[in-house]
């Protein structure tokens, strides 16, 4: 493998882990002299599909608008068009230069298409996103998320790119002086890349001792417990039901507890879940498919969590969830667990005619064929 491919592999790989996380709390950046809107309120909240209600109509009727243009991009990246992200957040930085926000956001687009980019492709996209980043901070030293996504870039990006993990640390450290419950968050980013999970589980418990109101650390910890690797089902609970005190209507601390009660087969306690997470977010089907995904990975309650699935392909999945193609996906796996091989087999293909570059399901189907 020559340096070139070597660069796009690592690039690829910075890109995909840094920026999906972080990306999109991007419109919490300060944004002096503009208020905050309804749609930016939705978005801090993972309400993607209710702030695209508002915002497009805003967009074509003020194209003009910056803020709009940032606010609809992220929104579009959100439902991985970023082709239609791209020129709106090239806009909103050609609108308004010297805001740091918007050139982070312009600079994520580039990195969400690099990641998803052919070697050829991926290098240049990186620089870009490097290059707005970089902008980002000098405009604004104390953007959180400018920083973290720098932090990441240094600790991941090979040397030749401007690859530092000293330097990386030292913007861990920037974050943790300007807010330190997001310092921990950012500092299990890094544990978590050296897979040193008991850092990662110390920095995610700081991160709720620093600021116990934090919802964002709140269900990172919850998260990390309920994977079978950690399996502190009780612990997850626990910080899962602080996080719905601190706001019932995001979607997150809903699944977890679903996932939590499928894992542990607490069927009689599921429903209930199910049923109040649909009420308070109606709109946002994820408890359905976490739930029916612990199963598959239990293989209990196959026929339940088939039903699961399919509730969650009802309705259009939310931004930033598993999509079409990955809700049609885990049907097949199901399907397939049940022993309806044919079905499980045309769920499988028809999540590829969704998304034909999808690896999972390209792996899936040829298994099945062997």
């Not at 330190?180 to 995610?204: F, H, I, M, T």
């Not at 700081?206 to 502190?232: D, G, I």
């Not at 087969?265 to 994820?286: F, H, Q, S, T």
Request: glycine share 6%; net charge negative; charged share 25%.
């Amino acid at each position: 493998m020559n340096m070139s491919h070597k660069l796009s592999g690592l690039i690829l790989t910075f890109i995909a882990l840094c920026l999906v996380a972080g990306w999109h709390e991007l419109s919490q950046a300060s944004d002096p002299g503009i208020s905050g809107s309804d749609a930016e309120a939705l978005i801090k909240s993972g309400h993607w599909k209710r702030a695209r209600a508002i915002l497009e109509p805003q967009a074509q009727a003020h194209p003009q608008d910056a803020r709009t243009c940032y606010l609809l991009a992220q929104v579009k990246m959100s439902f991985e068009d970023f082709d239609g992200a791209l020129p709106l957040a090239q806009r909103a930085v050609d609108l308004d230069w010297k805001n740091s926000a918007y050139h982070l956001n312009l600079g994520v687009v580039y990195g969400q298409m690099a990641a998803r980019a052919s070697m050829i492709s991926a290098g240049p996209l990186a620089i870009k996103f490097r290059r707005e980043a970089e902008t980002a901070l000098q405009l604004d030293p104390k953007n959180l998320d400018a920083l973290d996504a720098m932090m990441q870039f240094k600790y991941q990006a090979p040397l030749l790119m401007g690859g530092d993990k000293q330097e990386a640390r030292a913007l861990a450290d920037k974050i943790a002086q300007l807010d330190p419950s997001e310092g921990y968050l950012s500092r299990a980013k890094l544990a978590d890349l050296d897979n040193n999970q008991a850092q990662v589980e110390d920095d995610y418990l700081q991160a709720v001792q620093a600021n116990p109101r934090n919802y964002e650390a709140l269900t990172a910890v919850a998260k990390f417990y309920s994977q079978p690797m950690h399996a502190k089902y009780a612990e997850a609970a626990k910080h899962a039901q602080a996080a719905l005190r601190i706001d019932s209507n995001r979607v997150e601390a809903h699944w977890v507890l679903a996932r939590i009660c499928a894992l542990q087969e607490r069927w009689g306690d599921l429903g209930p879940v199910l049923a109040a997470a649909e009420k308070n977010v109606p709109d946002d089907l994820r408890p359905f498919y976490e739930a029916a995904q612990a199963s598959l990975e239990t293989g209990k309650e196959l026929s339940r969590a088939e039903g699961y699935a399919k509730k969650y392909l009802s309705q259009e999945p939310e931004g930033e969830e598993p999509g079409t193609a990955e809700a049609h996906r885990l049907l097949g796996l199901l399907l397939g667990r049940e022993g309806r091989n044919a079905e499980g087999r045309a769920e499988i293909q028809i999540a590829l005619r969704i998304k034909p570059n999808f690896k999972a399901a390209k792996d899936d189907l040829r298994n099945w064929n062997n």
